[in-house]
């Protein structure tokens, strides 16, 4: 799904996000910020829950289950901010659509995940294996270099590779791009499915534990962070947001709670 294309989709036919509101919200103070279910917008409720109010902050968490409508809320003013996306994914979203955003700051990663259903080890894949990988440019790319970095395949030297740059495919491994949200269900169908940590850990799934291979957090530029519009980067909201995600309470909560699937930065 071509990011352009699922953003003309989106205008016409609204956002059918669900949004939980801070009590006694006004509009005109309150930051409305878009994110997945998982683990960002229980991040982002501890953050309201617990933390805003020492900045006089009232946030609005806006959830989605996809990684469009995010952004293109954020672009049409429906939403102040997001937090959802890595640098690599925004930067793709901003090329394709000229649209004015920016990244704040980067909150935690979520290391990707190869799961099976039908294999307890990475050796143990047959050959001609059915792999489903995410189909945007961005999360494609990311698993495939994942499987690169654990000897199933080997891949042309471009940047953003795609099923179409494979140099070594010595298991014959047979690819179905997917979207990113449908990959958990999809490991009925498959050998295997790279995994978005964000929705392993939505679909039950440990990505500390469960994994056939997961991605290195140090190092990492897979990191998801907050976003918003250009003309709102000094935004004090904002800013006081960024301070508060960032904070050590945040990065102990995350740890406390997500015991290795998600990792503070």
């Not at 449908?182 to 679909?203: H, K, M, W």
Request: some cysteine.
């Amino acid at each position: 799904m071509r990011i352009r294309a699922a953003l003309i989709a989106v205008a016409l036919t609204g956002l059918t996000a669900l949004s939980a509101c801070s009590s006694g919200a006004n509009a005109s103070d309150t930051l409305k910020v878009g994110v997945s279910p998982v683990p960002h917008a229980q991040i982002l409720k501890y953050v309201a829950d617990n933390l805003a109010a020492s900045k006089g902050l009232k946030i609005e968490v806006v959830e989605f289950t996809d990684y469009v409508q995010p952004n293109t809320a954020l672009v049409d003013g429906s939403l102040d901010a997001n937090y959802f996306q890595t640098v690599p994914y925004l930067e793709t979203f901003t090329n394709e659509s000229g649209a004015k955003v920016e990244w704040v700051q980067p909150v935690h990663v979520e290391p990707l995940g190869l799961y099976s259903k039908k294999v307890k080890k990475l050796d143990e894949l047959p050959n001609g294996a059915k792999i489903a990988v995410a189909n945007d440019a961005t999360n494609e790319a990311r698993g495939l270099k994942l499987l690169e970095a654990n000897g199933l395949i080997k891949l042309k030297a471009v940047d953003q590779p795609t099923v179409r740059d494979l140099a070594e495919n010595p298991r014959n491994l047979q690819f179905v791009p997917l979207e990113a949200a449908q990959l958990p269900r999809s490991l009925e169908d498959t050998d295997a499915s790279v995994i978005n940590g964000n929705y392993a850990i939505d679909a039950g799934l440990k990505p500390a534990t469960d994994s056939l291979a997961l991605e290195k957090a140090e190092g990492n530029p897979n990191a998801n962070g907050l976003v918003t519009r250009t003309e709102l980067k000094d935004d004090k909201r904002v800013r006081d947001l960024a301070e508060l995600l960032g904070s050590q309470q945040v990065k102990d909560y995350i740890k406390q709670t997500f015991s290795g699937s998600v990792i503070p930065v």
